[in-house]
């Protein structure tokens, strides 16, 4: 079978720089906020060109923290795309805070700038922007937008690792925050879970200290609200810095795929999703216009898996649809109805990425 990302192959590449990783920390016995960590933290910040890394446990985490950090409490309503997983949901759930579902682009699938514009006001306290699959934001426009009603800008990098916008900068360091996720299937990930927040602002960064350690401060003195416990470990930190001296090569590969999967997937009824000129392909994303089942059946009985990323917007998920019972973002529902992900990691064979193109073109959808 060929996965959408084959984590095996992909780490047991490094099995023996793992496996000496492992050891290390072992052998010192500090497995919580130690060195690993904190070089982690600076090497991480510096790739991402901010002053300030903040590593947490889960991208999630990264989310809420984050928000926490900008000041968001309950009952704030924050702008979100509904077509990117829910995590953003499930961070501002969390606070209490009331995610407003904004419509994508058709074309990108990203946040509309229309849509965004439309939905800006003084209630607004917090943007969160998603780098959808690997696809950077047009982050010189929303901030142009935002500026004059002064409301944070949040850009979820958790697919987006080393992305870089238009203006040559990279994901991560454009927004007050930049938030990601080193669960394993990201372009950086770890062998478990882990997250970061990276920002320019020492405050923010100072804050998110404190939420990561049950809102301490200082030792057993719980001074800032909305704390808990969420941290990145040794191991998974060790592991990350040694993948951090790969990533580059990694999404030159992922890139690779793509343009190779761009110039020959040529099919009536499949369309493909256009990167934007700095992506690192997390997904590598095709629109289906109809039978999208069948191609996924007709592309498992020749060993090759897909996924929907994602199939269900965020306000039409059980927890929520009583509330949003009236909401309809045409675009977002049209894409969880058409995406189809298939196999995309730097590991893909020559062969394989030509299979799969022959498969797809060759279906009678
Ligand atoms: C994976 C992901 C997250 C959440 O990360 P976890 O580490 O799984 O909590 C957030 N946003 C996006 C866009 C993601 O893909």
Same mark, same amino acid.
């Given at each position: 079978?060929?996965?959408?990302?084959?984590?095996?192959?992909?780490?047991?590449?490094?099995?023996?720089? *793992?496996?000496?990783?492992?050891?290390?920390?072992?052998?010192?016995?500090?497995?919580?906020?130690?060195?690993?960590?904190?070089?982690?933290?600076k090497?991480?910040?510096?790739?991402?060109?901010?002053?300030?890394?903040?590593?947490?446990?889960?991208?999630?985490?990264?989310?809420?923290?984050?928000?926490?950090?900008?000041?968001?409490?309950?009952?704030?309503?924050?702008?979100?795309?509904? #077509?990117?997983?829910? +995590?953003?949901?499930?961070?501002?759930?969390?606070?209490?805070?009331?995610?407003?579902?904004?419509?994508?682009?058709?074309?990108?699938?990203?946040? $509309?700038? &229309? $849509?965004?514009?439309?939905?800006?006001?003084s209630?607004?306290?917090?943007?969160?922007?998603t780098?959808?699959? !690997?696809?950077?934001?047009?982050?010189?426009?929303?901030?142009?937008?935002? &500026?004059?009603?002064?409301?944070?800008l949040?850009?979820?990098?958790?697919?987006?690792?080393?992305?870089?916008?238009?203006?040559?900068?990279?994901?991560?360091? @454009?927004?007050?925050?930049?938030?990601?996720?080193?669960?394993?299937?990201?372009?950086?990930?770890?062998?478990?879970?882990?997250?970061?927040v990276?920002?320019? $602002?020492a405050? *923010?960064?100072?804050?998110?200290?404190?939420?990561?350690? +049950?809102?301490?401060?200082?030792?057993? @003195?719980?001074?800032?609200?909305? !704390?808990?416990?969420?941290?990145?470990?040794?191991?998974?930190?060790?592991?990350?810095?040694?993948?951090?001296?790969? *990533?580059?090569?990694? #999404?030159n590969?992922?890139?690779?795929?793509?343009?190779?999967?761009s110039?020959?997937?040529?099919?009536?009824?499949i369309?493909?999703?256009?990167?934007?000129s !700095?992506?690192?392909?997390?997904?590598?994303? *095709?629109?289906?216009?109809?039978n999208?089942?069948?191609? @996924?059946?007709?592309?498992?009985?020749?060993?090759?898996?897909?996924?929907?990323?994602?199939?269900?917007?965020? +306000?039409?998920?059980?927890?929520?649809?009583?509330?949003?019972?009236?909401?309809?973002?045409?675009?977002?529902e049209?894409?969880?109805?058409?995406?189809?992900?298939i196999?995309?990691?730097?590991?893909?064979?020559? #062969?394989?990425?030509?299979?799969?193109?022959?498969?797809?073109?060759?279906?009678?959808?």
């Amino acid at each position: 079978m060929l996965f959408i990302n084959d984590l095996q192959r992909h780490n047991l590449v490094l099995k023996k720089e *793992i496996l000496a990783l492992t050891e290390k920390v072992l052998d010192k016995g500090r497995f919580i906020l130690g060195h690993e960590v904190k070089m982690f933290e600076k090497e991480f910040a510096q790739w991402c060109g901010t002053s300030e890394c903040t590593s947490l446990a889960n991208g999630t985490d990264a989310l809420e923290f984050g928000l926490r950090a900008l000041g968001i409490t309950a009952d704030d309503k924050v702008i979100t795309a509904a #077509n990117a997983g829910g +995590y953003s949901t499930t961070a501002l759930l969390a606070i209490g805070a009331v995610p407003v579902y904004i419509d994508i682009n058709p074309e990108t699938l990203l946040i $509309s700038r &229309k $849509s965004l514009q439309q939905h800006l006001s003084s209630e607004i306290k917090a943007v969160i922007v998603t780098h959808l699959y !690997g696809n950077c934001c047009p982050i010189d426009d929303f901030k142009e937008m935002l &500026k004059p009603f002064n409301i944070p800008l949040v850009e979820d990098c958790a697919q987006a690792h080393g992305a870089t916008f238009d203006n040559g900068t990279n994901t991560g360091n @454009q927004g007050d925050i930049g938030c990601f996720s080193f669960y394993p299937t990201k372009n950086l990930g770890a062998l478990g879970d882990g997250g970061a927040v990276t920002t320019n $602002s020492a405050v *923010i960064a100072s804050s998110l200290r404190s939420l990561r350690q +049950y809102g301490w401060e200082q030792k057993y @003195q719980m001074t800032v609200t909305g !704390g808990r416990n969420s941290r990145l470990d040794e191991f998974q930190a060790a592991i990350l810095r040694l993948k951090l001296t790969k *990533i580059n090569d990694w #999404n030159n590969a992922r890139r690779a795929i793509a343009n190779h999967y761009s110039r020959e997937i040529k099919h009536s009824a499949i369309e493909v999703l256009p990167s934007s000129s !700095g992506s690192v392909n997390h997904l590598f994303v *095709i629109r289906v216009r109809k039978n999208r089942e069948h191609l @996924q059946q007709f592309l498992r009985e020749n060993k090759i898996l897909s996924e929907i990323h994602y199939p269900i917007a965020d +306000y039409r998920q059980p927890v929520l649809a009583e509330k949003y019972r009236s909401i309809q973002l045409p675009q977002t529902e049209l894409a969880c109805s058409e995406v189809l992900s298939i196999p995309c990691f730097p590991e893909m064979k020559e #062969n394989e990425i030509s299979f799969v193109i022959e498969t797809l073109n060759r279906w009678k959808g």
